[in-house]
């Protein structure tokens, strides 16, 4: 199911590059499945980025505030 | 006399009054709420239809000279009435069951005050009903009636107090630098002359929470009430946003602070363990797409009205949609007493429909096509388009993932599944809960597949096709491959029991170092200049009760005191002794000194005479 509807996707943006007339803002919009690529690259950026920075710095324990 | 027009806020905050009179009738008092939106939404399909005034200005009251504006319907002001009216009958279902009235007046008496400031047309009216909106809002927060909940609606009345301060004062400060009662765009630009338009932009901007001014939202909303919770998420922040509109179209820096505050809200979403705090961060990372929308919402150009209409029109889906999403949410703290993922999951056998109710709220948070997100979110976005603002675009669109990623992926799979076995009991919430999620559900659906309706009462005729080939395909992959990486990272994804810093840092722990420092050295300071002044003032009476004496008693003590180290060691004893005789002497047991009648006259010339060189020595030296 899934890998269907993930290869359906796709497929579609490809042929929506190929065959319909798109008005992209952008230079990296022509890329085909540019969007896909963002999704995937981007959530992982935000979960490892995010995560690292409440390790590191932003992430405290619950009585934080009662304790200092 | 024919009624022209009525003010939509009036039945709410006039018809709160009669909600505790009905104690006791349980039904008739239901009734009795569902009522008034009805109302109030019939009010507003009069103005719409012209029956009632459906444009200008009218209810003019003079006040100090000034002429207020209670009524100032437009477009604008149309578009977010209708949506506060609309979603105030779904909230209202879904608090029904609540039996403490002064709950449902404090959300009546919010909820009319947002609409006080949505027809406000001038500054005064807009102060007035911004902090009846703030105090009452802060009752919602209180009726939770944990620790917690007083701590942060005190917290939260602070920060907003510090808002509607820096409202009146800007308000002042713009009338005595020439500018004019009625609530308009201001001018803005860089100088001293507009800081009447910084407080009140800075105002502005705190309400709508924009970082590092809006961690109130994140502190507060989560230790709300269940159902007053579900108010909030909807009038503070989206009332800012009108005003924002209406004040500061075009201002170049809320582009920026919007597509930062839309991110912010993401990474900080990642991080948290309760589940409506969660929501609360995507509160403000969708309010970040509002607030750039504004930003670019310069008059006159095309780019500049799809912006403010995707701003108004994202208002109106975000209020309907996040609604369904607190809902949801509320719904399972209500069953569980549970609000943190890691002590949820598993329960989804329990309540399906809350779940997939809420799904419908997530999808259309998301933006997926054919939900109302869809129709709205892809204006600004392609406003950023038409601008050519590329690294807004990119932040606009990769808060769109992490928005997926939460709402949509981690916080119901970790809430309701996640887990093989449940991990406590649980059961649908109550039928109108149920119900007023469905309704609401229902029109953010609706909204999605049927977007005309709300693109008719955008405050500019819109141009705008959502379902163009490349919107659907691209919005369709992006969400589709948020999928798959959510999929593969599920495991780092699980709550932690922590909770995360923000700017509310600042206030909350040198906060408390203020108070300690006031409760330590300030306190002992004070104490000590107290019992100093306490202890001079008992020398003056002392002295007073027979002056003569008390000089000679205290002239014996100084020779005592000059004379005892020059002593030798034998007579020094001797002196102790006489100090501690001088010291127990009182001078009220002393004989008195009576002075007869001239030589008070004397003393009383003397004092004349000094008074007199004084004054003329001070007329010699200010000549």
């Known amino acids: 199911m899934l890998y269907v509807s993930l290869f359906v996707g796709v497929l579609a943006g490809i042929l929506a590059q190929l065959f319909l007339h798109l008005h992209p803002h952008f230079w990296w919009e022509k890329i085909p499945v540019f969007s896909a690529i963002y999704g995937f690259i981007g959530c992982i950026v935000i979960i490892i980025a995010s995560k690292a920075l409440g390790h590191y710095w932003l992430q405290k324990e619950e009585d934080y505030y009662e304790k200092h | ?623």
């Open chain 2, 1 to 623: 006399m024919v009624i022209e027009w009525f003010h939509p806020g009036l039945i709410y905050i006039f018809g709160a009054f009669l909600i505790p009179v009905l104690k006791g009738k349980r039904r008739l008092k239901q009734a009795y709420l569902l009522l008034l939106p009805v109302i109030a939404f019939i009010n507003l399909l009069l103005m719409s239809k012209g029956v009632l005034l459906s444009e200008g200005k009218t209810w003019f009251l003079s006040f100090l000279g000034y002429e207020l504006t209670l009524g100032r319907i437009d477009r604008l002001s149309m578009v977010f009435a209708y949506v506060f009216v609309i979603a105030s009958f779904c909230m209202i279902l879904y608090a029904i069951h609540i039996k403490e009235n002064w709950q449902h007046v404090a959300a009546f008496l919010y909820v009319g005050s947002t609409l006080g400031v949505v027809f406000a047309g001038d500054l005064f009216t807009l102060f007035f009903f911004w902090e009846i909106m703030a105090w009452a809002s802060l009752f919602l927060i209180w009726y939770r009636k944990t620790k917690a909940a007083y701590g942060a609606g005190f917290r939260y009345i602070m920060v907003h107090s510090f808002g509607g301060v820096c409202l009146l004062a800007g308000v002042l400060i713009h009338l005595q630098n020439g500018g004019s009662i009625a609530f308009d765009s201001f001018t803005w630009g860089i100088g001293s002359e507009y800081l009447g338009a910084y407080l009140i932009f800075l105002a502005f901007i705190i309400n709508a929470a924009v970082p590092p001014l809006g961690a109130w939202l994140a502190d507060a909303y989560p230790e709300a009430s269940v159902t007053g919770a579900v108010f909030l998420t909807a009038f503070t922040t989206k009332s800012a946003i009108y005003v924002l509109i209406r004040g500061f179209p075009g201002v170049e820096v809320l582009i920026w602070l919007g597509a930062i505050m839309a991110v912010y809200g993401v990474i900080f979403a990642v991080l948290e363990n309760d589940i409506r705090r969660l929501l609360a961060y995507h509160i403000i990372s969708q309010v970040g797409y509002m607030v750039c929308g504004v930003g670019m919402g310069v008059f006159g150009t095309a780019a500049g009205e799809m912006a403010i209409n995707g701003s108004a029109a994202h208002a109106f889906c975000h209020i309907l949609y996040k609604a369904v999403l607190f809902m949801g949410m509320g719904a399972i703290i209500e069953v569980t007493g549970r609000s943190k993922l890691t002590e949820l999951g598993g329960i989804y056998k329990y309540m399906p429909i809350t779940f997939w109710l809420y799904m419908i709220g997530a999808f259309s948070i998301s933006g997926f096509p054919l939900f109302n997100g869809f129709v709205s979110k892809t204006m600004i976005v392609t406003a950023s388009g038409m601008w050519n603002y590329a690294f807004i675009w990119l932040m606009l669109e990769g808060a769109s993932i992490g928005t997926f990623l939460h709402t949509g992926l981690k916080l119901p799979w970790g809430a309701w599944f996640a887990r093989k076995e449940p991990v406590c009991e649980a059961r649908e919430p109550p039928k109108n809960m149920l119900a007023a999620m469905g309704i609401t559900a229902f029109l953010c659906t609706l909204l999605g597949v049927y977007p005309k309706i709300l693109y008719d009462i955008l405050p500019y005729p819109v141009d705008y096709v959502p379902y163009a080939a490349g919107h659907v395909v691209a919005m369709s992959q992006l969400l589709l491959f948020t999928f798959v990486a959510f999929w593969l990272l599920r495991g780092m994804l699980h709550g932690t029991p922590t909770i995360s810093l923000d700017t509310d840092w600042f206030y909350r722990i040198p906060g408390k170092w203020l108070i300690r420092f006031c409760e330590g050295p300030l306190m002992a300071f004070a104490n000590y200049i107290d019992r100093n002044v306490m202890k001079m003032a008992g020398f003056f009476v002392w002295v007073s009760k027979n002056p003569f004496a008390a000089l000679r008693i205290k002239g014996r003590e100084v020779r005592l005191k000059v004379e005892k180290p020059v002593a030798t060691s034998e007579r020094a004893a001797e002196y102790d002794r006489d100090l501690e005789a001088v010291k127990k002497r009182q001078p009220a047991e002393e004989p008195m000194v009576r002075l007869n009648i001239g030589t008070a006259m004397l003393l009383v010339l003397l004092f004349i005479a000094l008074y007199l060189i004084a004054m003329l020595i001070h007329g010699w030296l200010i000549r």
